[in-house]
């Protein structure tokens, strides 16, 4: 069982930044891999990002966030974040951290597929003038 609690959503004008932090508590973590997703009013649930848990280098940003957006850890404190600048109108949307067990990055943040073992409640994040 592993437990997701977000923070860090807001309201924040374009061209601004915003970082969601996610902490994760539970058994085993470390074979679980990490990953932010969103979900706009109308559209479908997509993934953002995603961060294994084992290899730090190994991480995964969706091309309409790449260059943006950037994905951490802080592994002493089981807790995710998710750095996000240059902020645009389009990404506003609820934002869901999500474990996945023993999968890779590319895995978990395929397009389209969204099949997590486990969800955070949600932050909004809200980008407007």
């Known amino acids: 069982q592993v437990q997701l609690v977000e923070s860090g959503g807001g309201l924040v004008q374009p061209g601004g930044s915003l970082r969601l932090s996610c902490a994760a508590s539970?058994?085993?973590?470390?074979?679980?891999?990490i990953g932010w997703f969103r979900q706009a009013p109308g559209k479908e649930r997509e993934a953002v990002s995603c961060?294994?848990?084992?290899?730090?280098?190994?991480?995964y940003y969706a091309d309409s966030v790449k260059g943006r957006f950037t994905i951490s850890r802080d592994i002493a404190k089981n807790t995710f974040y998710l750095q996000m600048d240059s902020l645009k109108a389009e990404d506003t949307a609820v934002y869901y951290c999500?474990?996945?067990?023993?999968?890779?990055?590319?895995?978990?943040?395929?397009?389209?597929?969204?099949?997590?073992?486990?969800w955070g409640q949600g932050t909004q994040v809200t980008v407007s003038s």
């Open positions: 999500a474990a996945e067990w023993i999968t890779t990055v590319q895995a978990m943040c395929a397009p389209h597929r969204v099949k997590p073992d486990y």
């Open positions: 539970g058994s085993s973590l470390g074979y679980y891999t």
């Open positions: 961060i294994s848990t084992s290899d730090i280098s190994s991480t």
